[in-house]
């Protein structure tokens, strides 16, 4: 662990020499993509050892697939390799090294690798072989329309920016990023002959918030979190003694102090590629700069969500954008339970992250039920919506508690004991709730998929098809202009 943030720091300092000595007006895109993963191989080695030999081979034998398949069953090929290949390694460190411990690990980097892996295949498969008019406005804009050399591949996967915590990020963001294009900004009203602007505001603001933020995150966890064991939540004792109320309290407390360490290292990573120029996303309405463009959580929503969806939209961002975009949008059927059950695969092999998944199965269609049925009554007025909000963040804090709770434990039994313990109680009532409170059904067939949809990240994605400003393409035969006009109409539409 201290490997990985002294590695972590040294890649922040790194990001700000690779912005201003390895400029995209200074050098060439092959020196920065040589640099970039020559740093970050180097970290991985220094943090992991040779373990980081994975990542070597997890992407060199993808890329061999992608070649010698071609592009029509790529992405079959690269998504089973890829997840194989981590469930694997997986397998190999919980059952044989270290069940149970929480160190630093080199599968969590190759997570990261899997969904670039992953995402990489799908976008190549839709831009070099599906028919433009068949992809969704999501997929035609990430379409990626040339095969990546060898270089491009390794430094996508492996820059070290990104190699020991992510986040996921496009491949055409991430070539825009290097080839020095991420800064072109279209004029507001989206025209084809829109003329582009360039301007390059400094990140150094967005990298100091995201700094102080890492330093409370980590002093919290420091001191709090040692305090609040999630694990006293089965505590025999505690259970005998104490009153529901107050082990509702405390599994709420529990749960959030947990949170802290993921909001360090996820905000660390994002500060390390705004610091090397990546992840501007434009302006916001007052004319302020935007570097949220692979950020992965937001802390504030986070805290005071009032919905599951609420509370999913702004958890792991990069992580349900992965998943919607691999599995839940492509899959003929149960897209819900099969995109609940991909999460599961891909974080681990801890029962405990089956547990939370399934579980959160059922939360989020009970939630959904509830919402669509009963909500609307409670809108209309001011006090009213004031009170019902205040009830459902109390609800949704203490069913996000209850739904991870497996997921901190991670084995069967401790976590089964604390279930029993609350009788299952909300398994039982999510699932006389979806018994009283059927889900809404549209008429129209695309109404009745959006509706069904999980409470991914939709609102990001359609901000980012407009307001990022990565309009890149790795076909360096279609103009800036079409990448504009496609990312216009994927809003309107």
């Known amino acids: 662990q201290v490997n990985f943030v002294v590695c972590q720091l040294f890649a922040l300092l790194a990001a700000v020499w690779f912005r201003t000595y390895l400029h995209a007006s200074k050098t060439s895109p092959f020196i920065r993509h040589l640099v970039a993963t020559f740093l970050g191989l180097y970290l991985a080695l220094f943090c992991f050892g040779w373990y980081a030999l994975h990542f070597v081979?997890?992407?060199?034998?993808?890329?061999?697939?992608?070649?010698?398949?071609?592009?029509?069953?790529?992405?079959?090929?690269?998504?089973v390799f890829a997840l194989g290949y981590l469930t694997v390694c997986q397998i190999t460190r919980v059952y044989i090294f270290d069940y149970g411990q929480y160190s630093a690990d080199f599968s969590g980097p190759m997570m990261i690798i899997t969904q670039?892996?992953?995402?990489?295949?799908?976008?190549?498969?839709?831009?070099?072989?599906?028919?433009?008019?068949?992809?969704?406005?999501?997929?035609?804009?990430?379409?990626?329309?040339?095969?990546?050399?060898?270089?491009?591949?390794?430094?996508?996967?492996?820059?070290?920016?990104?190699?020991?915590?992510?986040?996921l990020c496009s491949y055409k963001d991430y070539i825009t990023f290097i080839e020095g294009r991420s800064y072109q900004q279209p004029e507001?009203?989206?025209?084809?002959?829109?003329?582009?602007?360039?301007?390059?505001?400094?990140?150094?603001?967005?990298?100091?918030?995201?700094?102080?933020?890492?330093?409370?995150?980590?002093?919290?966890?420091?001191?709090?979190?040692?305090?609040?064991?999630?694990?006293?939540?089965?505590?025999?004792?505690?259970?005998?003694?104490?009153?529901?109320?107050?082990?509702?309290?405390?599994?709420?407390?529990?749960?959030?102090?947990?949170?802290?360490?993921?909001?360090?290292?996820?905000?660390?990573?994002?500060?390390?590629?705004?610091?090397?120029?990546?992840?501007?996303?434009?302006?916001?309405?007052?004319?302020?700069?935007?570097?949220?463009?692979?950020?992965?959580?937001?802390?504030?929503q986070i805290e005071f969500s009032t919905s599951f969806k609420m509370f999913l939209d702004n958890w792991n961002i990069q992580t349900a954008l992965w998943l919607k975009r691999v599995c839940y949008e492509r899959a003929t059927f149960s897209p819900t339970i099969q995109t609940f059950i991909l999460s599961a695969i891909?974080?681990?092999?801890?029962?405990?992250?089956?547990?939370?998944?399934?579980?959160?199965?059922?939360?989020?269609?009970?939630?959904?039920?509830?919402?669509?049925?009963?909500?609307?009554?409670?809108?209309?007025?001011?006090?009213?919506?004031?009170?019902?909000?205040?009830?459902?963040?109390?609800?949704?804090?203490?069913?996000?508690?209850?739904?991870?709770?497996?997921?901190?434990?991670?084995?069967?039994?401790?976590?089964?004991?604390?279930?029993?313990?609350?009788?299952?109680?909300?398994?039982?009532?999510?699932?006389?709730?979806?018994?009283?409170?059927?889900?809404?059904?549209?008429?129209r067939s695309s109404q009745k998929h959006e509706s069904l949809q999980p409470a991914w990240p939709r609102k990001l994605e359609e901000e980012n098809l407009l307001q990022k400003n990565n309009y890149s393409t790795t076909n360096h035969s279609f103009s800036q202009s079409q990448e504009i006009s496609c990312r216009y109409q994927a809003l309107k539409q």
């Not at 190549?124 to 999501?138: A, K, Q, V, Y």
């Not at 705004?274 to 992840?279: E, P, R």
Request: glycine share 6%; hydrophobic share 45%.
């Open 188 to 300: 507001a009203n989206g025209k084809e002959d829109s003329k582009c602007q360039q301007t390059e505001p400094s990140p150094n603001m967005a990298v100091a918030q995201k700094l102080l933020i890492c330093g409370l995150s980590l002093l919290f966890h420091m001191t709090i979190t040692q305090t609040l064991p999630v694990e006293y939540n089965i505590d025999e004792h505690f259970r005998a003694t104490a009153s529901w109320p107050v082990r509702c309290f405390y599994l709420y407390l529990s749960l959030m102090a947990a949170r802290p360490k993921y909001y360090f290292a996820w905000t660390l990573a994002d500060a390390i590629n705004n610091a090397a120029g990546f992840g501007f996303r434009g302006y916001d309405k007052t004319g302020a700069t935007r570097w949220d463009l692979i950020s992965n959580l937001r802390i504030q």
């Open 116 to 167: 670039k892996i992953t995402s990489l295949a799908f976008e190549i498969h839709d831009g070099m072989f599906r028919r433009n008019e068949d992809l969704s406005p999501s997929q035609r804009c990430l379409a990626v329309r040339r095969m990546p050399s060898l270089l491009e591949y390794l430094s996508y996967n492996c820059n070290f920016m990104g190699v020991l915590a992510g986040p």
């Open 346 to 443: 891909w974080h681990g092999v801890y029962p405990g992250y089956y547990l939370t998944f399934l579980t959160g199965v059922l939360m989020t269609l009970a939630a959904r039920a509830i919402r669509n049925n009963i909500r609307h009554y409670f809108v209309e007025s001011a006090a009213v919506k004031a009170c019902y909000d205040v009830v459902t963040w109390v609800a949704t804090q203490v069913a996000i508690s209850y739904t991870v709770v497996p997921f901190v434990l991670l084995s069967v039994r401790p976590s089964l004991t604390f279930y029993s313990s609350c009788y299952f109680c909300l398994h039982v009532g999510s699932i006389l709730v979806l018994l009283v409170f059927p889900l809404k059904r549209t008429q």
């Open 57 to 79: 081979i997890q992407s060199g034998i993808s890329y061999y697939i992608m070649i010698i398949i071609g592009v029509e069953n790529m992405h079959k090929y690269c998504f």
